[in-house]
């Protein structure tokens, strides 16, 4: 990731993209960047890219706990405005969404990451992966199969969809837990929880090979016995979203 500042604001662009697009390159030095950093009305984290580039952009920056405006020059841009959307005119509304926390402990050894859109928690190996899944205090149940996604609403629409996952509006606060090919029990369905329940994952067959991702970041593979803990955290996401853009996010983002 590579970083410059505009007045106060956070300029966050890939590194591999500068090097190989002219288009960023040029809009890096326009004053039309710097007009729209200009009309800002708060310190803020300007994203210039598209979903990789915003998902590293967040990871990096989230403790400092400013808004992201993110101006998509890559692909989908699921999370980002549309680069025509905003102007050195632009007004913005405020989308805000949790953060999950996903912490790990294997063979004394701990690891920590975030997601907003998704967990993943896959088997390893290509062998059938058992885990115990504790949600809250309440439900405990066991499943075997190719893993589980833990799903944000946000996130709701892209690999979860695939596996047959709820979509979920984004204003909801809820997780989705969806099954990945899962053998034991044949019945298990996607299960829809509030996203201030603790769940708590282990490994807990007796074979205890493992991966496991954060919005598409791997955190760890391992064949030793891991307990995982997804809770939600305490600050949140907030997203810049051009008003003369919202009706377009608001369909981009249902799908």
Known sequence: MQYSKIHSHIICYSAFKYAHT?????FLVSQELEAICKNLTEQSVVVLGGDGTMLRAIKENYTKNLPFLGINLGNKGFLL????????????????FPIMECDIVTQDKKYSDIFINEANIS???????????????????????DGLLVVTPLGSTGYNTSLGGPIMAHSTQN???????????KSQQSI??????????????????????????????TEHETHITIIKSDMNLTLLIAKDYENIWDNKILG
């Open 22 to 26: 002219e288009t960023l390159k040029e």
């Open 81 to 96: 405005n549309d680069k025509g959307y905003v102007t050195r005119n632009s007004t913005y509304k405020k989308e805000v």
């Open 123 to 145: 088997a390893g190996g290509g062998k059938m992966l058992e885990l115990g899944v504790e949600l809250g205090k309440r439900n405990h149940f066991h499943v075997k199969g």
């Open 175 to 185: 997780l989705s837990i969806t099954p990945k090919a899962i053998w034991l029990p």
């Open 192 to 221: 829809i929880i509030n996203d201030n329940e603790v769940i708590q994952l282990n490994n807990s067959g007796r074979c205890h090979s493992i991966e496991i991702y954060a919005d598409g970041r791997e955190i760890v593979k």
